[in-house]
């Protein structure tokens, strides 16, 4: 915006100058006719530069069930897997495995799989996606993942028995998660949600349904892929998850 700005009163110099040099020699004429050109140019490199601000860096409707760009990655140490996760006739991709952590991991871990696709050098960021939860344990969205133990989770989980009705933002460092912020509320099984996570420097924003959940600041993970996490949550379904830069 400061650009744009010169880039005007540039222009408006020049305006105010030209009824002013009605009978200008060449070189003043040149000269105006000069800043006119800087004023384009400036201006011109401004909208591009604001274009490329907002790149679509993945746009997943889950049209084709081979999952090309996503990878699989299942926690240790479960029970009930290995994970499946499959797109299925309704266009929607699902996680049908009850795969989770053995007893007591929900003490801080809620241990699961992943579904992981970008790029590991993305830095900032927005996701925007919708999640169907059809049980009442856990789900979620990782960001900035760097490996199986580095990177971030938003938490969603229902289940009393495991520890919820939680909501919770969560930092991975090697087999442990540290709480960065909590909600002592959870979800309604069989309502679909519209969950929004945006990463820019130090800065982690989310929201659900529009509504704002948290404002945090964490600069241990500065860039990373992104991902979609089950907690004994047979059936969950995904859909419409998009990344874009900013």
Avoid at 61 to 75: A, E, G, N, P, Q
Avoid at 117 to 146: C, E, H
Avoid at 213 to 241: H, K, T
Wanted: charged share 25%; hydrophobic share 35%.
């Amino acid at each position: 915006m400061i650009v744009l700005k010169n880039a005007l009163v540039l222009r408006f110099d020049a305006r105010r100058q030209t009824p002013q040099t009605k009978h200008a020699t060449e070189p003043q004429k040149h000269r105006l006719n000069g800043l006119r050109y800087v004023a384009i140019a400036i201006i011109a490199a401004t909208f591009s530069l604001s274009g490329c601000a907002n790149e679509v860096l993945l746009d997943e409707r889950f049209h084709d069930d081979r999952l090309l760009h996503w990878s699989v990655v299942d926690d240790p140490d479960t029970i009930e897997g290995p994970s499946d996760w499959r797109v299925e006739a309704d266009g929607r991709l699902h996680q049908r495995s009850n795969i989770w952590g053995r007893r007591g991991d929900f003490l801080g871990r809620w241990y699961g799989t992943f579904l992981i696709s970008g790029d590991k050098n993305w830095t900032d960021y927005d996701i925007s996606l919708r999640a169907m939860p059809v049980d009442d344990d856990g789900f979620g969205v990782v960001f900035r993942y760097q490996d199986q133990e580095h990177f971030y989770r938003l938490f969603f989980l229902q289940d009393g028995l495991s520890g919820g009705p939680i909501t919770r933002l969560d930092r991975r460092e090697g087999p442990d998660y540290t709480e960065l912020w909590l909600l002592n509320k959870g979800y309604r099984p069989g309502t679909e949600m519209s969950i929004e996570v945006s990463v820019v420097g130090d800065l982690i924003r989310a929201s659900v349904d529009g509504k704002s959940l948290f404002e945090v600041r964490d600069a241990s993970n500065p860039r990373g892929r992104i991902g979609l996490f089950c907690y004994a949550q047979s059936g969950m379904a995904f859909d419409d998850v998009r990344v874009v830069s900013n």
